[in-house]
């Protein structure tokens, strides 16, 4: 049995489906953050599955930029988290609904 | 030399500048001579210029800068006998105005800026004669009606005066309105609002409708400044503004300017018979209705307004008649003895400690003899008496009418009959003010007005007695003179021979019997009580105002007042208001949705994503 692109992309899409799953029902920022980062994850393997397929370089640049971002994205995340965590002794996103209209 | 006929307008217009800028500071008389001396050096100007038409000169066009070149609108100035004799008419007249006006308005508040308006007012009228296109003709023609607003309204603390701009000012505005669309229309017509081009290819290139329509909004340009029926009523209250205002503005210039666009364009008019009917028509009703009015006024000044617009119904005829040089004839006669009798009459009003109550006057001959002597010239020549000015340019228009038949008899009859009341107003006024018992109250001081006043009366009594001579039956100077001017157009004369010494026979007798019916009535002791009836319309007016106040400014006033009350706070107002209320209404609908709750916005996001991708698998046909 060969592992076909097609198995990358299956796995890819469960990982992905987790990490939303993830998103939606935790309320823990920092559980949020690591699905995020699940879900980020999945994206790059299906770029460079898709990128060894076809025998394109693209797969890899576009893993390499979501990593980059992700990386910034996570520093400002923690930052605030850590700031909220100091003022409130408490990671729960539902407890943070002060914008509400 | 020609180079030299901006100055002409540039002059004027840096007097108007300086005294209106730094007038308190130049100070009185100063700045009163300064502005006599800046039109009369554009007066000495223009005679210069002027010889050569004398001799078979060309008429000439000065190009200064372009202005709108598109349409043929550019800052040029035409020179040619008749924008000629209009500049020596306005500068001649207005320079011996403004050397009255140094004495007639001495200690007076705002001295300075008097003047300042009277050279804005002088500029204005130069440009409007001396343009060469219509573009240019309607700066001047606008600014005409601001200077005369100004000055009417120069003393505005009174609410009588102040109500008399504006009157002038709105009336004059409807004529405008004519004006203006008559220049879109010969722009739409020609491409250009050139003269030239305009006059020189209207008989080829303009169908006889067009040429109605657009001489019928020029028509209505005129009814407005020249005081016409309907237009004529913001004259009478004009006489609110200082008196040598009524001579320069009311008498001798602003009003000609409509006589002078007809003339002007006389291509155009020629091409209309119809509208040229309803002119003459137009001229000679108005010439009989202020007449009319005239005979009932008791303010000395109000007799003379009326007399003018009278006057100006004949001019109005005379164009109407195509007989353009005897309306531009008695034009200029009609500047210099109308002039005469305001500036008189304004020297009265000085010597009387401003009455102008005629009935309050009476026998002031001995105490202001120049003044009379020379109110006495005006008088006559105004009559038409021979061999006075009058007399010459009216028996021209006359004869014109009497000359082209027809139709015309009756217009020509009604000249006559309007030449009968005119003779027994003017008489009136002089028996009433020069004659009989001293009516006037205590207290007053009669007393001859210093030499700055006196002597412009007497050079205009002057040139009122013997500018007819210009242009008689014998020899018809004026008429060479304007030749370049009209060469175009196809003119009406009066008639030859002894019909035309039978016509100025029957003028004459009809004059002599208006003079003797009201020496007759004021000139024998009693004087008649003139109240109710006819009188009482008469000094009314007929009721003209109050009509169109009923029928025009009443309604107008509703319709404003429903849109101020009504229409602005209510459609205005709630549109405006309903926007916002809706923006507010949709937004405390919409804010349901921030629910501050970050897994929310996530699970939104999610949503639309998925949507996304199921919208692209179904236009793919994956189902």
Partial sequence: ?101 | MIDYLWLLIALPLLGAATLILFGKRIGEPASGWLASTLVLIPFVIAAVLTVPFLNEGEPETVFLFAWIPMVGANASLLWDPLSALMTLIVTGVGSLIHIYSVGYMHGDERYPLFFGYMNLFIASMLTLVLADNFGLMFVGWELVGLSSYLLISFWFTKPSAAAAGKKAFIVNRIGDWGFLVALMLIFAAFGTLDFGVVFGEAHGLLSVGMATAISLLLFVGATGKSAQIPLYIWLPDAMEGPTPVSALIHAATMVTAGVYMIARSAALFELAPVTLAIVATVGALTALLAATIAIGQRDIKRVLAYSTISQLGYMIMAVGLTAFTAGIFHLMTHAFFKALLFLGAGSVIHAMSNEQDMWKMGGLRKYMKITFVTMVIGWLAIGGLFPLSGFWSKDEILGSAFAKGGFFFILWFIGIVTALLTAFYMTRLIILTFFGEQRWDEGAHPHESPPTMTIPLIILAVLSAVAGLFNTPVRLGLEHFLEPSFEAVHQVHPPDGITLWLLALASLVVVIIGIGIAYMRYGRGELPTEEGGYWAAALDGYGVDAFYGAVIVAPGKTITTWLAKVFDPKVIDGAVNGLGYATRSFGSTMRVLQTGWVRSYAAGIVGGALGVVLWLLWQGGAF
């Fill in chain 1, 1 to 101: 049995m060969t592992v076909t692109v097609a198995w990358y992309m299956v796995f890819a899409a469960v990982l992905f489906s987790m990490g939303a799953a993830g998103v939606l029902l935790r309320r823990n920022a920092l559980v949020m953050f690591m699905s995020i980062e699940l879900m980020l994850n999945s994206v790059n393997l299906t770029f460079i599955a898709a990128g060894s397929e076809l025998g394109l370089i693209e797969g890899q640049v576009a893993a390499l930029f979501v990593m980059v971002v992700a990386a910034a994205e996570v520093t400002v995340g923690l930052a605030i988290l850590v700031a909220v965590f100091r003022r409130r002794s408490s990671a729960n996103v539902d407890e943070l609904s002060e914008l509400r209209g």
